[in-house]
């Protein structure tokens, strides 16, 4: 196998965000409307009263304080709570692809050589906006790329996943640089009536560009890459084509995000450190040695103690990076806006590590050095 190195990345983050305060706000607004409005039944005892969110809770529970979204208003409005996004002609551009080729733009530009060289684009993300054509194929076309591309969904490892075949392609010659991006537009997929997951997700753009080592000057050489998956109902969207072949059709209500949060965090954290740790000793690496975690981007609680684990030390802000309290849960792309922002000051040498862990269960460690 040729060795790979991640070459450049690129990041967009939408301009608008909401704070806790103001999703607790519009959330508490609508518990007091349906209450109001259901007081008789609520008092007959017919159902039970919603109970309100509070900021307090969100931020020591995950540690998000804001999330940015593609569309603020319609999320914030106690009468809609979902992102109002107007359906495009065909003509145009969709949405998910725009914000993708922002970020694939950064990444190209960081690069800085000939776009003709990139010889596959790989979409990695949890949610594609349509069934086909690929959302690949489309920023394939927008960003005038040739060879070939299509997307791939691996919920929040999708990322890790993504760059593990693109070392891989390159590693065995079909290719000599592969662009992939993860657009993930989440608030499209989480019930922002939902109390238990209405904070936990964000919307964002990440790319990045893995080429052949001898054709790059510098750049992150990929020591080693890999995956890990185990089937669990914890964490699911059952959003799908045959929702509409259901006996009740449309009157289905929406297919959204739900997940068992205090199972997902018992299962994943062992299971992930375990996995980092083997693939360390995997690699002849030592796990204490790492200069900077860039992990998925879900929970600081869960991240703090993997943290821990791998480093054998309580790990410095600067070494465990956190960005997840200015951009919440963005699905695949978390590690990659980790990796993106807090990667450029450490020096030839250092190693670090992207690792991404979700639904499936699905887990991927790539293990890089600093050229
Ligand atoms: C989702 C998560 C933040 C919830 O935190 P938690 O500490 O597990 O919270 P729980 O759901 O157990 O709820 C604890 C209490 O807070 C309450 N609570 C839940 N949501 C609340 C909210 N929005 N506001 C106020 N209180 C809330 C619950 O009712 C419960 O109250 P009780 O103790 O009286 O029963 C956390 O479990 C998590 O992040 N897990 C990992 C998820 C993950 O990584 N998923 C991957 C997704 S891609």
Wanted: include cysteine.
């Amino acid at each position: 196998m040729r060795p790979a190195v991640i070459a450049a990345t690129g990041l967009y983050t939408p301009p608008e965000s909401i704070s806790n305060a103001e999703l607790v706000a519009a959330f508490n607004a609508y518990v007091a409307d349906f209450n109001q409005t259901n007081a008789a039944r609520i008092s007959a005892g017919e159902i039970e009263p919603l109970a309100p969110s509070s900021v307090e809770f969100i931020e020591k529970a995950s540690g998000i304080k804001a999330r940015y979204v593609v569309e603020k208003a319609g999320i914030i409005d106690p009468k809609i709570m979902r992102p109002v996004i107007p359906e495009r002609p065909n003509e145009e551009i969709s949405i998910l692809a725009e914000i993708a080729v922002k970020a694939a733009e950064q990444a190209l530009e960081r690069w800085g050589k000939p776009r003709e060289r990139i010889g596959a684009v790989l979409c990695a993300a949890s949610n594609m906006q349509r069934g086909y054509p690929a959302m690949a194929i489309e920023v394939q076309n927008a960003l005038g790329l040739g060879g070939f591309a299509f997307d791939m969904n691996v919920a929040c490892s999708s990322a890790t996943f993504g760059l593990k075949t693109a070392a891989d392609f390159v590693g065995s010659g079909s290719v000599d640089a592969v662009l992939m991006v993860n657009p993930e537009i989440c608030s499209g997929h989480l019930n922002f009536r939902d109390r238990d997951s209405h904070f936990i997700f964000g919307d964002v753009a990440t790319a990045a560009i893995v080429e052949r080592a001898d054709d790059a000057q510098d750049g992150w050489d990929i020591l080693g890459t890999k995956l890990k998956t185990q089937f669990s109902n914890n964490i699911r969207n059952n959003f799908g084509f045959l929702n509409r072949a259901a006996p009740e059709g449309r009157d289905l209500p929406d297919k959204l995000f739900v997940q068992q949060g205090r199972k997902v965090f018992k299962e994943v954290v062992p299971m992930v450190s375990e996995m980092i740790i083997d693939h360390a000793a995997e690699l002849g690496i030592d796990p204490h040695g790492l200069k900077r975690l860039w992990l998925h981007q879900a929970n600081i609680n869960m991240n703090e103690i993997i943290g821990r684990k791998v480093l054998g030390r309580e790990p410095s802000r600067e070494e465990n990076v956190i960005i997840l309290d200015d951009y919440a849960n963005t699905s695949s792309a978390g590690s990659i806006i980790a990796f993106h922002k807090y990667s450029d000051d450490l020096k030839s040498g250092d190693h670090g590590l992207i690792c991404s862990f979700g639904a499936g269960y699905s887990a991927g460690t790539v293990f890089v050095k600093k050229r």
